[in-house]
């Protein structure tokens, strides 16, 4: 059984176009993340949501708006893909938002805009 | 501020050499909580480690182990007898409670090559 899970494991689209993420987990967790790595394979965190609340939103474009229905769902959409949106992103989940636990990661998903 | 530093960028061994990844962290807080990670070629993030910031025992697992000192603020990871198949690139964490570890700060990663 996977754990995290999100689809697509791969997305090419056009400029300007709209694209989801979607992203599950199975593990009973409390709190959901959405990572960005980049080309340099540099993770970032975008957004952390804990019981279906947004918790962090770092400085990331009003373009990607993340929702999550219930706690083990929180996917991703992106508005105007722009070519810099082109990287892997990574949906996690960890047992608390308390960082004393570790987080799981999904597979991934590479997003190429051409 | 959170940082996590490894400054290796890319490591290459030969199979059966030890090989240890270095990780320097910078936070003010006194209670936080560090990782590693692996990233293999397939590209899927697995967990390797968690160590909270009270405890500073040293922790082997198989041909793994990891040395946590506060006093160089470092959590290195060692592998003993290195094999193809940890060739990957592996990622060192941090959360802390200043963050209401709310977020997992990233080092740059090393990548580590291992040749047969």
């Given at each position: 059984?996977?754990?995290?899970?999100?689809?697509?494991?791969?997305?090419?689209?056009?400029?300007?176009?709209?694209?989801?993420?979607?992203?599950?987990?199975?593990?009973?967790?409390?709190?959901?993340?959405?990572?960005?790595?980049?080309?340099?394979?540099?993770?970032?965190?975008?957004?952390?949501?804990?019981?279906?609340?947004?918790?962090?939103?770092?400085?990331?474009?009003?373009?990607?708006?993340?929702?999550?229905?219930?706690?083990?769902?929180?996917?991703?959409?992106?508005?105007?893909?722009?070519?810099?949106?082109?990287?892997?992103?990574?949906?996690?989940?960890?047992?608390?938002?308390?960082?004393?636990?570790?987080?799981?990661?999904?597979?991934?998903?590479?997003?190429?805009?051409? | 501020?959170?940082?996590?530093?490894?400054?290796?960028?890319?490591?290459?061994?030969?199979?059966?050499?030890?090989?240890?990844?270095?990780?320097?962290?910078?936070t003010r807080d006194t209670t936080y909580?560090?990782?590693?990670?692996?990233?293999?070629?397939?590209?899927?993030?697995?967990?390797?480690?968690?160590?909270?910031s009270f405890?500073?025992?040293?922790?082997?697992?198989?041909?793994?182990?990891?040395?946590?000192?506060?006093?160089?603020?470092?959590?290195?990871?060692?592998?003993?007898?290195?094999?193809?198949?940890?060739?990957?690139?592996?990622?060192?964490?941090?959360?802390s409670r200043g963050?209401?570890?709310?977020?997992?700060?990233?080092?740059?990663?090393?990548?580590?090559?291992?040749?047969?």
């Amino acid at each position: 059984d996977t754990a995290v899970s999100q689809t697509p494991k791969y997305l090419v689209t056009q400029m300007g176009n709209d694209k989801s993420i979607k992203c599950e987990q199975n593990l009973g967790h409390d709190t959901m993340y959405w990572y960005k790595q980049d080309s340099k394979k540099f993770l970032k965190i975008m957004f952390s949501y804990n019981n279906k609340e947004l918790i962090i939103n770092e400085t990331v474009p009003n373009r990607f708006s993340p929702k999550s229905p219930d706690k083990a769902h929180l996917n991703l959409h992106i508005n105007s893909l722009e070519l810099g949106d082109s990287a892997v992103y990574f949906c996690a989940s960890s047992r608390s938002g308390q960082g004393n636990t570790e987080a799981f990661f999904g597979q991934g998903t590479r997003l190429t805009v051409v | 501020a959170q940082k996590v530093t490894q400054a290796q960028t890319e490591i290459s061994v030969v199979e059966k050499e030890d090989v240890t990844l270095d990780c320097v962290y910078e936070t003010r807080d006194t209670t936080y909580y560090l990782f590693w990670y692996k990233q293999p070629p397939s590209g899927e993030l697995v967990f390797l480690i968690r160590r909270n910031s009270f405890d500073e025992q040293n922790e082997i697992s198989g041909r793994y182990s990891w040395n946590f000192q506060k006093s160089t603020s470092s959590f290195n990871f060692t592998i003993t007898a290195s094999q193809v198949v940890d060739s990957a690139v592996y990622f060192c964490a941090l959360s802390s409670r200043g963050d209401n570890f709310n977020k997992f700060y990233f080092g740059s990663g090393t990548k580590l090559n291992v040749k047969p």
